[in-house]
């Protein structure tokens, strides 16, 4: 995806306050026509019942085009969302809660920099290209007229929450349920041929239940909290892939599986003053989780017709069952009023899982490893001439085991190389980050960010993308090519910044004015699955600056706003990804 665009627009809010009852309206409407409104009502329904509902809608702001300059990337979103409070009484409070969303935007497209199809390349990186083979859109029921990839999803959920005081604890609990319905059109390699669409169905959810009691002061001499939480889904999901247009392949492939997971966590967090200046930390905590993929099935079809070639190969079933601690121990000093340090030692985990895709061979469904890590934190927060400047600082070190990284994995011709989560037996990173806010005189705040970050890898073994590539566009065969990339850079965007300058004055009695001007900064950086490339394989630095003036009227609870982003006008990457050969900014 490449996100570029020399922003100018009008944002307007105003907020109604009628005796007990609050509403508030935002409307947001920039270049590329994108409309953003917002808006909330709240209020009470009795003496101890309060509810509050809001809804969002977006459309437009797509800022890509294909060759004959029609439009692409357009918004088209809807949200609603409610919560009603009932106090129960003086200690206790039931909270219940609901969402709603449809999402039937296009879907996030690239540009190629390169391929070994032939298909036309051009210079400039606001153009993409879209492509539906009628046969397709017959077979997977959508509309064939409209050939641009995107979504048609549905979401919803609801959630319970209800607290106790108690003299001595807090008792809380959460129960939630959650539902994806998932549609999505892509088209992998941004082409007007089918050489990667791609049609997702998925369908999921998620129960889950938290019970949690601590005691009621977090600043008292001895802190502690515990609790149980408990999650239960399941996904039923099938791609749809049609690749017809590509030499010697299958033209089109239906992967289907089914997945259930149970996750059961307790957890336990302490914290006791052992000095007036000096506190210690610890935590611990105990996960089981259980992933299963059944019946993971290829089939494929006949284009033409919509029929099944042959006889569906079924993969059968796998399991991922991780039973992991965790936990965490550390000290804070208050070494004086406004100046606090702290060092943490912290283990992690991360659970195993599947990366489905294009299913061809047993080894497919076979899960990836959990991973883990041991975390080593220092840093330390001030607030300094009299709480005028804030100052916080910090360095880490993580030492990982089986690190997940989305890399490459080898199926058999024609599909050559896909992507799929790998494991990187031992891999480290480390850094330093530090934030500031100043506030040197009445109306001005200026704040800084900082962050350096380095990861390389001690043992990896893996496929050589590039390499496997390259001799795919000479032999015109897939063959597998590995390299040992101990000691190579994980790639990642070793400094980031940003920062602003915001000053806020008087207009007359009533009104103000406000101004910022803001930036931020990215690092080069490298898919993990283009280990040590450069080039094209690595997406450069890049550099935006951005800047807003607002006039206000705080006692009438009404603003009027005037923005711009990439004042620069830079065009940057903020995102890559490959489907076989292709590679997309």
Not at 343 to 353: A, D, E, H, L
Not at 470 to 477: C, D, E, P, S, Y
Not at 507 to 521: E, L, N, P
Not at 532 to 550: I, K, W
Request: aromatic share 14%; charged share 15%.
């Amino acid at each position: 995806t490449c996100s570029y665009a020399n922003i100018k627009t009008v944002s307007t809010g105003m907020l109604v306050i009628l005796p007990q009852f609050h509403a508030g309206l935002t409307e947001d409407y920039s270049s590329y026509n994108r409309n953003r409104v917002e808006g909330f009502v709240s209020g009470p329904l009795s003496r101890s019942v309060s509810f509050r509902i809001a809804g969002q809608s977006m459309t437009g702001g797509g800022f890509q085009h294909n060759a004959r300059g029609a439009k692409y990337g357009n918004a088209d979103l809807g949200a609603l969302r409610g919560k009603l409070k009932w106090q129960i009484d003086d200690t206790s409070r039931l909270e219940v809660g609901g969402h709603w969303t449809t999402d039937q935007s296009e879907s996030a497209s690239g540009h190629n920099m390169y391929n070994t199809y032939h298909v036309p390349v051009t210079s400039d990186l606001m153009e993409t290209e879209w492509g539906l083979d009628p046969r397709f859109a017959k077979i997977i029921g959508i509309n064939p007229d409209n050939k641009k990839p995107r979504e048609d999803n549905m979401f919803w959920g609801a959630n319970v929450r209800y607290t106790k005081e108690y003299s001595w604890a807090r008792l809380s609990t959460i129960s939630a349920y959650e539902s994806v319905d998932e549609h999505e059109l892509t088209n992998q390699t941004n082409s007007i041929l089918a050489y990667g669409n791609m049609f997702r169905n998925n369908q999921s959810n998620v129960f889950s239940q938290e019970i949690k009691i601590e005691s009621i002061r977090s600043s008292a001499r001895f802190h502690w909290e515990a609790g149980l939480y408990y999650s239960r889904s399941r996904m039923a999901q099938s791609f749809w892939y049609d690749s017809s247009d590509r030499p010697n392949t299958t033209p089109l492939n239906k992967t289907s599986y089914s997945e259930n997971q149970q996750n059961f966590n307790q957890y336990v967090q302490l914290s006791y003053a052992v000095l007036p200046k000096l506190r210690l930390i610890s935590a611990f905590n105990h996960e089981s989780d259980d992933r299963q993929m059944l019946n993971a099935t290829n089939a494929i079809y006949n284009l033409n017709t919509g029929a099944v070639v042959g006889t569906p190969t079924n993969f059968g079933n796998s399991g991922a069952l991780t039973n992991q601690f965790a936990g965490r121990v550390g000290a804070q000093y208050q070494a004086t009023r406004n100046i606090m340090a702290y060092v943490m030692i912290s283990r992690g985990f991360k659970p195993g899982g599947f990366s489905a895709n294009i299913m061809q061979t047993a080894a497919q469904i076979k899960p990836f490893k959990p991973e883990q890590v041991l975390s080593y934190e220092g840093g330390f927060k001030a607030m300094l001439f009299d709480r005028r400047l804030r100052f916080n600082a910090s360095g880490f070190y993580y030492d990982y085991r089986d690190q997940q990284q989305w890399n490459t994995v080898l199926v058999p011709p024609p599909f050559g190389v896909l992507g799929g989560y790998v494991n990187a037996p031992r891999s480290y990173i480390y850094g330093a980050e530090f934030d500031m806010e100043a506030h040197p005189f009445r109306g001005l705040v200026l704040t800084q960010n900082f962050g350096y970050e380095y990861g390389a890898y001690s043992q990896f073994q893996s496929y050589n993308r590039a390499a496997m590539t390259t001799h795919f566009a000479a032999t015109g065969v897939w063959t597998p090519i590995t390299t040992n990339y101990a000691g190579y850079s994980m790639g990642l965007p070793n400094l980031t910044l940003s920062g602003a300058a915001t000053y806020t004055w008087k207009v007359m009695k009533d009104y103000q004015m406000t101004f910022d001007a803001d930036y931020s900064y990215r690092g080069a950086q490298t898919q993990p699955q283009y280990i040590g490339q450069t080039g094209m394989y690595r997406a450069p630095d890049y550099f935006l600056l951005n800047s807003f003036l607002t006039f206000s009227a705080p006692k009438q609870h009404w603003s009027v706003t005037v923005y711009g982003q990439n004042l620069a006008d830079r065009r940057y990457w903020i995102s890559s990804s490959t489907q076989a050969t292709f590679y997309g900014v």
